[in-house]
């Protein structure tokens, strides 16, 4: 009874937190008025990474195969460092609102929209994922049914998002990103001092759990190649990251809170890691993606349960009302004005009755409740497949020449790929590219050459005109250079 009591406690608290922020304008619901600090920035920054990828999903990796589960997180790490150092201060430069305004910026209207549409119908699968995440929290610690704990999750996150926007989503990410670590060591703990200690040592866990950074069923493909790709590039160039960025001060303030979050996701990443490995020699037989809510279950005891439990409830929450309040934004701003401009005023509005509508669509796709991690990388292959590219294209347009219409194929080609890719085992992809050309992807690409292979169309697109533009070249003037010799 005193853990409900906790747990309800805290959902009211992220209510009331979203409630005083409700009366705010355009500029304060979209990027906070610009005015955040580093910290600020970092923290709300890390409590966006850690939502349920890298909380259940880790903890369930870690329980099924031991420490190298942490790379789901350090490769996101990995790949804030360059973002820190090549690119936080130039996308805050772009005064833009969203990932979307950097791309029409450079390329126009038409690159915009579809690049909208994509990010708005991949991030309802990310929202979904957390929204399963908090559903199987609550279902596995209360013994709740999973479709009202889903709801329960729904409706509270999206009703706080909708009432304060970015606002009250920095404001509750500070004490979100609070909660969560500090649920997770105690967790930790109780975890380390019910005996696992002694089973971690006495063979009480599978050959390979304890290995890193590979294992025989892990290995340096996954670590070099499929994450990085796959899962790294989403935080090199994604919306929710980006949200972050214009939201602070200034590019100076932006570069330091994404290094600074990079660093503080490494040891974050080992500890959760280490929780699953931990839930493996003390509760073996389970479900992985249950090694979270059995553990507190099992080791914390009646009042703790309750802090433990709303600090992951508070890390699975922060990410996904990040991801709602930038897709809301991005339909408003990138898709609807496009078409009707209603002013600041009107595009205001329609954000916030998005953020309605995206967390029920998102409330629907969770209901199907399909794992977290699949959800999660089905997402992450459509957006890395049609954006990541031409949005890293458009932010060195100054370097980097690309036409708008090799921007549009390149997200068409890229991001329908990537879809294709993912239909019942990329059955109509294989069909085209023949067993000779799968052989071939395989051989050179490795076994998740699907999901590789949009990110490779979509840069062979962008880069192919300034290739055949300096190979004409090159054979003009190779040509001039043969009739001038004639002419001799």
Same mark, same amino acid.
């Given at each position: 009874?005193?853990?409900?009591?906790?747990?309800?406690?805290?959902?009211?608290?992220?209510? *009331? &937190?979203?409630? #005083?922020? !409700? =009366? +705010?304008? %355009?500029?304060?619901?979209?990027?906070?008025? @610009?005015?955040?600090?580093?910290?600020?920035?970092?923290?709300?920054?890390?409590?966006?990474?850690?939502?349920?990828?890298?909380?259940?999903?880790?903890?369930?990796?870690?329980?099924?195969?031991?420490?190298?589960?942490?790379?789901?997180?350090?490769?996101?790490?990995?790949?804030?460092?360059?973002?820190?150092? *090549? &690119?936080?201060? #130039?996308? !805050? =430069? +772009?005064? %833009?609102?969203?990932?979307?305004?950097?791309? @029409?910026?450079?390329?126009?209207?038409?690159?915009?929209?579809?690049?909208?549409?994509?990010?708005?119908?991949?991030?309802?699968?990310?929202?979904?994922?957390?929204?399963?995440?908090?559903?199987?929290?609550?279902?596995?610690?209360?013994?709740?049914?999973?479709?009202?704990?889903?709801?329960?999750?729904?409706?509270?996150?999206?009703?706080?998002?909708?009432?304060?926007?970015?606002?009250?989503?920095?404001?509750?990410?500070?004490?979100?990103?609070?909660?969560?670590?500090?649920?997770?060591?105690?967790?930790?703990?109780?975890?380390?001092?019910?005996?696992?200690?002694?089973?971690?040592?006495?063979?009480?866990?599978?050959?390979?759990?304890?290995?890193?950074?590979?294992?025989?069923?892990?290995?340096?493909?996954?670590?070099?190649?499929?994450?990085?790709?796959?899962?790294?590039?989403?935080?090199?160039?994604?919306?929710?990251?980006?949200?972050?960025?214009?939201?602070?001060?200034?590019?100076?303030?932006?570069?330091?809170?994404?290094?600074?979050?990079?660093?503080?996701?490494?040891?974050?990443?080992?500890?959760?890691?280490?929780?699953?490995?931990?839930?493996?020699?003390?509760?073996?037989?389970?479900?992985?993606?249950?090694?979270?809510?059995?553990?507190?279950?099992?080791?914390?005891?009646?009042?703790?349960?309750?802090?433990?439990?709303?600090?992951?409830?508070?890390?699975?929450?922060?990410?996904?009302?990040?991801?709602?309040?930038?897709?809301?934004?991005?339909?408003?701003?990138?898709?609807?004005?496009?078409?009707?401009?209603?002013?600041?005023?009107?595009?205001?509005?329609?954000?916030?009755?998005?953020?309605?509508?995206?967390?029920?669509?998102?409330?629907?796709?969770?209901?199907?409740?399909?794992?977290?991690?699949?959800?999660?990388?089905?997402?992450?292959?459509?957006?890395?497949?049609?954006?990541?590219?031409?949005?890293?294209?458009?932010?060195?347009?100054?370097?980097?020449?690309?036409?708008?219409?090799?921007?549009?194929?390149?997200?068409?080609?890229?991001?329908?790929?990537?879809?294709?890719?993912?239909?019942?085992?990329?059955?109509?992809?294989?069909?085209?590219?023949?067993?000779?050309?799968?052989?071939?992807?395989?051989?050179?690409?490795?076994?998740?050459?699907?999901?590789?292979?949009?990110?490779?169309?979509?840069?062979?697109?962008?880069?192919?005109?300034?290739?055949?533009?300096?190979?004409?070249?090159?054979?003009?003037?190779?040509?001039?250079?043969?009739?001038?010799?004639?002419?001799?």
């Amino acid at each position: 009874m005193l853990d409900s009591v906790v747990v309800a406690f805290y959902f009211a608290f992220m209510l *009331f &937190l979203g409630w #005083r922020s !409700r =009366r +705010q304008d %355009a500029q304060s619901y979209w990027v906070a008025k @610009r005015s955040y600090s580093t910290p600020r920035i970092a923290m709300s920054l890390v409590a966006t990474v850690f939502g349920a990828s890298s909380t259940m999903g880790i903890i369930g990796m870690g329980y099924q195969r031991g420490l190298t589960a942490a790379w789901w997180a350090l490769i996101g790490g990995m790949a804030l460092i360059p973002c820190a150092f *090549f &690119l936080a201060e #130039r996308i !805050r =430069r +772009q005064k %833009a609102m969203t990932l979307p305004d950097i791309l @029409r910026e450079a390329y126009g209207d038409r690159v915009s929209v579809l690049a909208g549409i994509m990010i708005a119908i991949a991030w309802c699968g990310v929202i979904a994922a957390q929204i399963i995440a908090g559903g199987r929290l609550i279902s596995g610690f209360f013994g709740m049914d999973m479709g009202l704990a889903i709801a329960g999750v729904a409706v509270v996150f999206t009703i706080y998002t909708f009432w304060g926007g970015q606002l009250s989503v920095i404001r509750t990410d500070f004490w979100q990103l609070f909660l969560f670590i500090g649920g997770l060591i105690v967790a930790l703990g109780f975890l380390w001092s019910g005996g696992n200690s002694f089973q971690l040592g006495a063979g009480g866990l599978p050959e390979g759990h304890l290995d890193f950074p590979v294992t025989k069923t892990f290995g340096w493909y996954e670590v070099m190649i499929f994450y990085p790709l796959i899962v790294g590039f989403p935080y090199l160039v994604g919306p929710d990251i980006y949200s972050r960025i214009f939201c602070a001060k200034d590019g100076l303030t932006a570069r330091k809170a994404v290094f600074a979050s990079a660093l503080v996701i490494v040891p974050i990443a080992f500890l959760l890691a280490f929780f699953g490995v931990m839930a493996r020699a003390a509760l073996p037989g389970i479900a992985p993606e249950a090694a979270l809510p059995q553990a507190i279950s099992s080791f914390v005891p009646v009042g703790l349960k309750g802090i433990i439990l709303a600090g992951f409830l508070a890390a699975v929450m922060s990410s996904a009302d990040t991801c709602l309040i930038s897709a809301s934004t991005i339909i408003s701003l990138n898709v609807v004005r496009p078409f009707k401009d209603l002013g600041e005023e009107g595009h205001y509005r329609i954000t916030r009755v998005l953020v309605l509508v995206l967390g029920v669509i998102s409330w629907l796709i969770a209901s199907r409740q399909a794992g977290i991690i699949a959800s999660l990388l089905l997402a992450y292959s459509v957006f890395v497949g049609g954006v990541v590219f031409p949005t890293l294209c458009a932010l060195f347009k100054d370097r980097i020449r690309v036409s708008s219409t090799a921007a549009l194929f390149s997200i068409i080609a890229g991001g329908g790929l990537a879809l294709l890719g993912k239909f019942e085992g990329g059955i109509i992809v294989k069909i085209f590219i023949t067993e000779h050309g799968q052989a071939l992807l395989q051989s050179t690409f490795g076994p998740q050459y699907l999901a590789i292979l949009p990110l490779i169309v979509s840069a062979a697109i962008l880069g192919g005109r300034p290739l055949l533009l300096q190979i004409s070249n090159r054979s003009q003037k190779k040509h001039t250079g043969i009739e001038n010799n004639l002419s001799f």
